[in-house]
């Protein structure tokens, strides 16, 4: 079984305790167990004393998204160019220290599912994927325009009514879709339908939801109003995307559905258009006010600090891929969970690694570098705990290791770095 020893590293683990200097051993595709420390290595990179963490999980994946402007943005080009534009998103997450990505929706049913295999047999470089597929709405609400829709078209799928939401829920599972997506709430990108209302009810939720369920697939929801969020607990959605309204019956829902639950809230959009950084585009932060931004962007501030106390698991990422917001810039979200929902930097690094790792995988073999875990790992220049930004691209992530598979090394090279040497315990 091939041997990789990182030396002279700083080692945050993902499990929120300090970082310790040492070395840490990768055996095969896994963190070597304790024992296995003195074992010879056949490859040994030098970590320079940089900074090394878990490889990052994007919560909320728009892979096939890129310089997204308008929802046309998302109908027009074909499904041909859509396959490259998903392979180069999938390229930038991993490059940015991303090595998992989980789906939310794509512009075309199949694009995810299509990048995730590709990957999956080594032909392209990206994260490992959860896919996902279509927007599953209903009549009038998120991305009906009416008209007849062909769901190969996308960017959504219209239902109405537990047949026609079994019968989608199903199609995404015939095509291989991992993360089913059903848009329960409004948005504010919608004016018939903002964010408070709520245009799919709750059996459509439930039927969504054991259909998925029968399939082996994760369901995920669409959903900022508090009866959206309230028919997603009960029907048992996997997790829950957005959620800035709630009240205390919602907040003690969700605390008691902790175990089962991931919610993600998607702040990084709100902050762009109110910080300006969308204005070129059209989205500019007076549009953000006509559009109920401010409103949205305070409640998530709310809603959030409350789940963070309340022990939710929280992800970070999500709708990126717009024109003001490339992909593998996902990791500025650590920072707005420092700054809006205040978490500590370890924490929000938590959100990032450990918390997505066991949303990618419920056994828990995915999100931290404790031993015997999946190896999956990045090499940071500089501290993300004393500055987070050094995170957000893919310029200082020098290293990133997937499955145990070196996908980047730019880190300077010494001469040690190839020399096959016996591995030192761990040092302090
Ligand atoms: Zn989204």
């Known amino acids: 079984m091939g041997r990789v020893l990182i030396t002279?590293?700083?080692?945050?683990?993902?499990?929120?305790?300090?970082?310790?200097?040492?070395?840490?051993?990768?055996?095969?595709?896994?963190?070597?167990?304790?024992?296995?420390?003195?074992?010879?290595?056949?490859?040994?990179?030098?970590?320079?004393?940089?900074?090394?963490?878990?490889?990052?999980?994007?919560?909320?994946?728009?892979?096939?998204?890129?310089?997204?402007?308008?929802?046309?943005?998302?109908?027009?080009?074909?499904?041909?160019?859509?396959?490259?534009?998903?392979?180069?998103?999938?390229?930038?997450?991993?490059?940015?220290?991303?090595?998992?990505?989980?789906?939310?929706?794509?512009?075309?049913?199949?694009?995810?599912?299509?990048?995730?295999?590709?990957?999956n047999a080594g032909r392209l470089p990206g994260p490992r994927i959860r896919a996902g597929g279509l927007e599953i709405s209903v009549t009038g609400s998120i991305g009906d325009e009416g008209r007849e829709h062909d769901p190969r078209t996308g960017p959504s799928t219209i239902v109405d009514g537990v047949e026609e939401m079994r019968r989608a829920v199903r199609m995404h599972c015939r095509e291989g879709v991992d993360n089913v997506k059903i848009d329960v709430s409004g948005d504010p990108f919608y004016p018939g339908t903002p964010g408070h209302t709520t245009p799919m009810t709750f059996d459509e939720v439930r039927v969504a939801a054991e259909t998925a369920h029968a399939y082996g697939r994760i369901i995920n929801a669409h959903t900022r109003s508090v009866e959206g969020?309230?028919?997603?607990?009960?029907?048992?959605?996997?997790?829950?995307?957005?959620?800035?309204?709630?009240?205390?019956?919602?907040?003690?829902?969700?605390?008691e559905a902790r175990d089962r639950i991931f919610v993600v809230p998607t702040v990084g959009l709100f902050h762009q258009i109110m910080a300006g950084e969308a204005a070129a585009h059209g989205l500019s932060a007076e549009v953000g006010g006509y559009m109920n931004i401010p409103d949205l962007l305070e409640n998530s501030c709310k809603t959030h600090t409350e789940l963070r106390k309340r022990g939710i698991r929280h992800l970070i990422g999500g709708d990126y891929g717009f024109g003001w917001s490339p992909q593998g810039t996902q990791a500025r979200d650590i920072e707005f969970f420092i700054d809006y929902y205040g978490y500590s930097p370890a924490e929000a690094l938590v959100c990032a690694t450990a918390n997505g790792g066991l949303a990618m995988m419920?056994?828990?073999?995915?999100?931290?570098?404790?031993?015997?875990?999946?190896?999956?790992?990045?090499?940071?220049?500089?501290?993300?705990?004393?500055?987070?930004?050094?995170?957000?691209?893919?310029?200082?992530?020098?290293f990133v290791m997937k499955d145990g598979a070196i996908c980047k090394n730019a880190l300077p090279r010494t001469p040690q770095d190839t020399a096959p040497r016996a591995t030192a315990a761990a040092s302090a």
Do not use: W
């Open 362 to 398: 419920d056994d828990g073999s995915l999100g931290t570098l404790e031993a015997g875990r999946l190896a999956d790992l990045i090499i940071v220049d500089g501290n993300p705990l004393e500055d987070p930004r050094v995170l957000a691209g893919p310029d200082n992530v020098l």
């Open 8 to 119: 002279n590293a700083l080692i945050f683990d993902g499990t929120g305790g300090e970082p310790r200097r040492g070395e840490l051993l990768v055996e095969g595709n896994r963190i070597a167990p304790a024992d296995a420390q003195g074992a010879p290595a056949e490859r040994v990179i030098d970590a320079g004393g940089r900074f090394v963490m878990p490889g990052m999980v994007e919560g909320h994946a728009h892979l096939s998204f890129e310089n997204v402007c308008a929802t046309e943005d998302l109908i027009k080009p074909t499904p041909e160019a859509q396959a490259f534009t998903t392979a180069r998103g999938a390229r930038a997450l991993i490059e940015a220290g991303f090595t998992s990505a989980y789906g939310a929706s794509e512009a075309k049913l199949r694009l995810a599912v299509a990048v995730r295999d590709e990957v």
């Open 229 to 255: 969020s309230k028919h997603c607990i009960r029907a048992g959605v996997d997790a829950l995307f957005h959620c800035e309204y709630a009240d205390e019956e919602l907040f003690d829902m969700m605390e």
